[in-house]
């Protein structure tokens, strides 16, 4: 009876195709090899055997698997039941799931270790013959000098073994071409082997014990300790600065003690080389980074050493970490719970990284621990009902003062006219006292260019982008309109099209904006942006991050990014130029985000300081969300959001799904939503709402309708993912369907 194997392909609608084993492969073709198999009429991809069995398919004429690319499996079986979970609950095929939990080099057979060619003697050499050889290359005085280098390198006379030399390292050495190497190839002196040689590069740090905990943290470590007992997961929910880093390092260390293996999440923005170094300082090289911004390469390596016999006891890693292998995994750390970042927008699996964490420990029988000083309603919800431990840590690492929260009315002042430019008098007096006594400064603003956009001003024309919806945000420093979506950038036009004025005025500020009127008003203070044009790699925020925190500028202005998690020493006033911006986001979750940001930056003053300032400016200065800022009352703000959620059948309450349908027509698209809806509505009745076109209804020339599912909590997963891959199905049979991309969103951010 022939044998056949269930393969996972990149190809949507379905999971796994079935192929045959040809008899010489019934050995190596095991659940979790790669396997290269024919697709088509001559097209083959490389697939993850999901599963071995003798069942022959029936209807059609079974192909065999072309070659078996592993001895070993890549994806343990633990893998594979995780990625079948991301697959049902968040509605995509287990393809898509493959192609974000497998490093490219693995999806091809490409990656070859990283090697180093090395020198060698080609024969026998007795080092007492030296002079014997030398006299023999006298006639090339170059290559003389390499031989004699390489003995010396090699450490000939000295050594019992000759030690390893490099080729590149000699020949730098030497200041010698690879001419003259080859020569003495040649006349078989010398010769040449590759060494494999790992990219991860460890570089040898002194460790340093723990730091002690105080009583607060001691207190709260013992409690994670003992709610792990009876709770999978358990949220920490401690204030900025109390020192939550410091009870992950201990209970990192208890569980590396125990033989467990440890993950750690980060935010991508917050995995900086700070929180590295402290990390490193401890555990050394029994930590690896696994990063998004790492090599391709480097990522294969690390996950070829979590595969082996040898794997890091502590990974610390950004979102797509959880798809690395685990033999012995024992707790999950995720900090920042609350981080919207978490989420993947695109493209499929669209995963939320803390919640397929919290999947990934429980199916490996491990904890999970969730830190935030601004929990999420879903996590708080969770921790309140009693299905997570909650601890909770209130006053701060030497007992600094949280910051006082000021509210400023901008609407009022700009009717008096009293504001300064982007600045109320109030914030713009304590930047000139801050600076007065050396203090640092940080100014947040969501927006980031000069102004918001270009108005004409005579007819009130506003630039917009001819692929999307959405017009365009001016930036000065380049002098051109960017698009926010697809990132085209256009000049300013020299005439208004609409009357042929050639005046525009810009509405709004954003962080440009911020900066030039700095210049201005404190012409002595040094000042940086930080947004995505300043900050566009990772080195270039990192050294932002620096030189503030070393003091080379006085204020730091920037968008999100300057809220997160950062540690910095002598920041005596923080500045929210319009918290509006945030709190009118048409989304049902924008006054949670509000007030988690402005608690997030407002915790970046005074920390190591005297009790720092903060001055919100905002034009709802009388919106509950902003006093709970004010009073730092998460529970009252948490109470009447539970409310919202509750009555409009929200988060946490129900499960969201989004579905988009995207198409290059307009009517088209129009058409093909309507008819998915009733399909939809057959079997989901009032559980689906839609079509309708979504805040931005075009991009990339793409038009976009959006259908929404609320859905119980107690729903299969499975269920509803079967219902609606099979409405899909269903749909694209029509031929008007063709082009058509259909996507699901689940728990939409
Ligand atoms: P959080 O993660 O809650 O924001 P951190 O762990 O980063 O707080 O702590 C804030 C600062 O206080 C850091 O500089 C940290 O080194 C210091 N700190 C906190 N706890 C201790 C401790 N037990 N011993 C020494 N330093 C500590
Ligand atoms: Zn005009
Ligand atoms: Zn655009």
Redesign the pocket.
């Known amino acids: 009876m022939s044998t056949f194997a269930d393969v996972i392909v990149p190809l949507p609608l379905q999971d796994s195709y079935t192929y045959s084993i040809p008899s010489s492969m019934e050995l190596s073709v095991r659940k979790g090899c790669r396997v290269v198999v024919p697709f088509g009429k001559n097209k083959s991809y490389v697939g993850i055997v999901r599963d071995v069995h003798k069942k022959q398919p029936q209807g059609y004429q079974v192909k065999p698997i072309v070659r078996c690319l592993d001895e070993q499996p890549v994806v343990t079986p633990v893998q594979l039941t995780f990625w079948q979970w991301i697959a049902s609950y968040y509605v995509c095929p287990l393809g898509d799931v493959m192609n974000a939990a497998l490093p490219a080099g693995l999806k091809d057979d490409k990656f070859r270790p990283k090697t180093e060619t090395r020198v060698c003697l080609a024969g026998d050499f007795d080092i007492n013959k030296k002079d014997i050889v030398l006299n023999f290359l006298k006639n090339s005085k170059k290559q003389q000098i390499v031989f004699e280098t390489y003995l010396e390198m090699a450490g000939y006379g000295r050594f019992e073994q000759p030690r390893p030399v490099s080729k590149q390292e000699l020949l730098q050495v030497c200041g010698a071409s690879t001419t003259i190497f080859n020569g003495l190839v040649s006349k078989k002196l010398l010769t040449t082997y590759e060494h494999e040689v790992g990219r991860i590069l460890l570089t040898p740090v002194s460790l340093r014990d723990v ?4 009583e607060a ?1 001691q207190a709260a470590y013992e409690e994670i300790n003992c709610l792990f007992l009876t709770h999978d997961v358990t949220l920490l929910h ?1 204030v ?7 009870i992950y390092i201990h209970l990192i260390r208890k569980a590396i003690a125990e033989g467990k293996q440890v993950l750690y999440l980060l935010p991508e923005i917050a995995l900086t080389t700070q929180i590295t170094e402290r990390l490193r300082s401890v555990f050394g090289d029994e930590m690896g980074v696994y990063h998004s911004k790492f090599s391709d390469a480097e990522r294969v390596e690390v996950y070829q050493k979590q595969l082996s016999d040898h794997p890091f006891n502590l990974i610390l890693g950004v979102r797509s970490s959880v798809f690395l292998p685990f033999h012995r995994l024992g707790l999950v750390i995720v900090d920042e719970e609350h981080e919207v970042s978490y989420k993947q927008q695109e493209p499929a699996p669209r995963y939320h990284a803390r919640n397929a964490a919290i999947m990934l420990a429980h199916q490996a029988h491990a904890k999970t621990l969730l830190g935030t000083a601004t929990p999420s309603l879903e996590s708080y919800h969770l921790a309140k009902t009693g299905k997570y431990g909650y601890v909770s840590l209130t006053i701060r ?1 030497r007992d600094m003062q949280l910051p006082e929260v000021e509210v400023v009315d901008i609407k009022r002042l700009r009717f008096q006219k009293r504001m300064k430019g982007v600045f109320s008098p109030v914030l713009h007096d304590l930047i000139g006292e801050a600076l007065a006594h050396h203090e640092q400064v940080i100014l947040f603003l969501n927006r980031r260019g000069y102004a918001n956009f270009l108005s004409c001003k005579t007819c009130g024309w506003v630039p917009r982008c001819p692929h999307c919806d959405v017009s365009l945000t001016y930036h000065k420093k380049s002098g051109r309109l960017v698009c926010h979506y697809c990132g085209t950038s256009f000049e300013v036009p020299d005439k208004c099209p609409q009357c042929d004025e050639s005046t525009f005025t810009d509405v709004g500020i954003g962080t440009e904006k911020v900066e030039a009127q700095l210049h201005r008003d404190f012409p002595n203070a040094t000042t940086i942006r930080m947004d995505i044009d300043t900050a566009h790699t990772r080195t270039a925020y990192e050294q932002i991050i620096t030189d503030f925190s070393q003091h080379r500028y006085d204020i730091l202005v920037g968008t999100q990014m300057v809220t997160k ?1 950062l ?1 910095f020493d002598n920041v005596s006033v923080v500045g929210v130029l319009d918290a509006d911006t945030m709190l009118n986001i048409p989304d049902f979750r924008s006054h949670e985000r509000t007030y988690q940001v402005l608690a997030q930056v407002a915790g970046r003053a005074g920390r190591k300081h005297n009790k720092g300032r903060v001055v919100v400016q905002t034009r709802s200065a009388d919106a509950d969300i902003i006093s709970f800022v004010v009073t730092n009352d998460y529970a009252s703000m948490f109470r009447t959001q539970m409310e919202e959620r509750k009555a409009f059948h929200y988060p946490p309450y129900y499960r969201l799904i989004n579905i988009y349908l995207r198409h290059h027509d307009a009517a088209r698209v129009e058409l093909l939503a309507n008819d998915m809806a009733s399909m939809m509505r057959h079997t989901f009745g009032e559980r689906l709402l839609g079509p309708d076109r979504p805040a931005v209804s075009r991009v990339h020339s793409m038009y976009i309708r959006k259908l929404m599912l609320k859905i119980e909590k107690t729903a299969s997963v499975d269920k509803v993912r079967n219902i609606l891959f099979d409405i899909q199905s269903r749909l694209i049979q029509q031929p008007s369907a063709n082009g058509l991309q259909v996507y699901y969103d689940v728990d939409p951010m």
Do not use: A, V
Request: charged share 20%; glycine share 18%; no cysteine.
């Open positions: 730091h002690p905990l105080n943290q401690g900025t600065s109390s020192g939550k880093t410091e690492y998690g540690d």
